[in-house]
C-alpha cells in the first residue's frame, strides 16, 4: 500500500459515524470496494405515497440494503438514511429490510448488520409503516431462530427511535456510541404527551443522559460501547459477532429476568447519575467528561453488563 493510499484509509477510519450518510457509514463499515446494492436508486423503487404530500421521495426510499465483507467476512447490510425524512420506517423501505433478512434466514450462513439511524414510523405512511415494523421484528425473530446473528449499530443523528429502538430491541447484540441515541419514545413525542415541564427536548444534556450511548451502556441497553467513528464501529460489529446469544425459551427468560431485576434496582431513580451511583460508579457526575477511551475502561468494570439475555 503506498502512502497516499494508506492516508486515504486512515482518513476513512477516523471519519465520525454520526455526520455520515448511509453510503458514507456503509463505504466505511465494510472492506473497500466489497459492497453490492440489492435494489440500487437506478432501480427507482420509491415510496408510492409521497407525492400525495406534495413531499419529493428518494430513489432508495431512505434504505440502502446489499451485501459485502467486514474484515474479509461475508455479511450482509442495511442501512437507514437518518437525513432522508428521518430514516423512518415506510411500505418500500420496510418491504427493502424485511426481504433482506428472509433472505438471511433463508440462507442462514451470513450475518446482518443494521445500520440504524430513525426517528421511527413515517407518519405519512402510518399504518403502511407500523406494519414494516411489525414484520422486520419478525422477520429477525425468524433469521435468529434459523441461527443468523442480527447485529444493530446506532450512533446516528435521528438516533434509534420508536419502530427503530424495538427493531434494535429485537437484534442479537447492541453497538452503540455516546452520540447514539436509543429509545422506544423520543423525546418530542415525550414532550408532546407529558409537557416541557416533565421532558424538555431541546434540553440536549437531558436527552442524552436519558436515552443517550453512555447510559445504554450502562444499564446494560447495549451490549457494547463504540467510538464515533468508521473504525470504530467496524471494531463493534466483529466483536459482537463473536459472541451471538442462542435464541431460544432460556435467552428469553434470562432476558426477562435481567429487565425486571433492573426495573427494581433503578426504577425508582430520577436521573441518569443517580442510576450510575447505584451502580457503583464512585464519580458518576464524571461520567459525562470521560473521553471514549475512559469510558469504555470503566463500562468493562461495572457488573452485570456483560450477559446473554437479550
Not at 482518513?11 to 450518510?21: G, P, V, Y
Not at 450462513?109 to 407500523?130: H, I, K, T, Y
Not at 437484534?171 to 414532550?191: H, Y
Request: hydrophobic share 45%; aromatic share 4%.
Amino acid at each position: 500500500m503506498n502512502d497516499n493510499a494508506i492516508r486515504q484509509s486512515a482518513s476513512r477510519d477516523a471519519a465520525s459515524w454520526f455526520l455520515a450518510s448511509a453510503r458514507e457509514r456503509l463505504a466505511g463499515l465494510l472492506d473497500p470496494g466489497s459492497f453490492l446494492e440489492i435494489l440500487p436508486p437506478s432501480d427507482r423503487v420509491q415510496s408510492p405515497h409521497l407525492a400525495l404530500f406534495d413531499l419529493p421521495a428518494a430513489f432508495d426510499d431512505g434504505m440502502v440494503i446489499g451485501r459485502g465483507r467486514l474484515d474479509g467476512r461475508e455479511v450482509l447490510v442495511a442501512a437507514q438514511e437518518g437525513q432522508f425524512m428521518g430514516g423512518t420506517f415506510a411500505e418500500v423501505s420496510g418491504a427493502k429490510l424485511v426481504g433482506l433478512l428472509r433472505a438471511a434466514r433463508d440462507r442462514a450462513d451470513l450475518p446482518v448488520l443494521l445500520l440504524l439511524d430513525s426517528g421511527g414510523v413515517r407518519l405519512q405512511e402510518a399504518n403502511a409503516g407500523e406494519l414494516a415494523v411489525a414484520e422486520v421484528m419478525r422477520a429477525i425473530a425468524e433469521a435468529r431462530s434459523a441461527g443468523v446473528a442480527v447485529i444493530a449499530l446506532v450512533g446516528g443523528r435521528a438516533g434509534a427511535f420508536g419502530g427503530a429502538g424495538l427493531t434494535a430491541a429485537t437484534c442479537s447484540r447492541i453497538a452503540i456510541s455516546e452520540q447514539g441515541r436509543l429509545g422506544v419514545t423520543g423525546p418530542e413525542v415525550i414532550e408532546t404527551n407529558q409537557g416541557v415541564e416533565e421532558f424538555d427536548s431541546k434540553d440536549k444534556a437531558l436527552v442524552w443522559s436519558v436515552t443517550g450511548g453512555r447510559t445504554r451502556r450502562l444499564i446494560g441497553g447495549a451490549d457494547t460501547y463504540a467510538m464515533d467513528t468508521m473504525a470504530g464501529f467496524r471494531e463493534a460489529a466483529l466483536a459482537l459477532l463473536d459472541r451471538v446469544p442462542a435464541f431460544d425459551l432460556r435467552t428469553l427468560q434470562a432476558e426477562q429476568e435481567r429487565l425486571a431485576a433492573r426495573q427494581a434496582r433503578l426504577g425508582g431513580c430520577s436521573s441518569a447519575t443517580e442510576m450510575w451511583a447505584i451502580l457503583g460508579i464512585a464519580d458518576p457526575e464524571g461520567v459525562r467528561d470521560m473521553d471514549d477511551e475512559a469510558f469504555a475502561a470503566l463500562a468493562a468494570k461495572v457488573k452485570g453488563l456483560d450477559h446473554d439475555g437479550r
